[in-house]
């Protein structure tokens, strides 16, 4: 079974920057689909960055440019490089998984469901 367990969070002023790290365990990560999402006070959560079966790495458009994935896979953790952090960036970050299914026509493809959760790390930028 896959634990995914976040961190790195905290608070910083405009501009600033941090990396959250997503230490999995049970399972190597990079067997999954992987995703970053967050949820600010207030609002729904939406998905920031996502990895799918291939490996392509999808971004938000408003944290292109700024967020960067970073493997470390002797670790087994995942990361997120934020930089030049706004305001609007203030959330809940959360790391997720899913897992992948195999089709011998179309190869890997991730499931639907993200079954996998960190318990979410705050980060909190300040004008």
């Known amino acids: 079974q896959l634990q995914l367990a976040d961190s790195g969070g905290g608070s910083v002023q405009s501009g600033g920057s941090l990396r959250l790290s997503c230490a999995a365990s049970?399972?190597?990560?990079?067997?999954?689909?992987m995703g970053w999402f967050r949820q600010a006070p207030g609002k729904e959560r939406e998905e920031v960055v996502s990895i799918d079966s291939s490996g392509t790495v999808t971004y938000l458009d408003s944290v292109k440019g700024r967020f960067t994935i970073a493997h470390d896979n002797a670790e087994n953790t995942l990361h997120l490089q934020m930089n030049n952090l706004k305001p609007e960036d203030t959330g809940t970050y959360f790391c997720?998984?899913?897992?992948?299914?195999?089709?011998?026509?179309?190869?890997?493809?991730?499931?639907?469901?993200?079954?996998?959760w960190g318990q979410g790390t705050q980060v909190a930028v300040s004008a």
């Open positions: 997720a998984a899913k897992g992948r299914i195999f089709n011998i026509n179309d190869g890997f493809r991730c499931m639907a469901e993200w079954a996998f």
């Open positions: 049970g399972r190597p990560y990079s067997t999954y689909c």
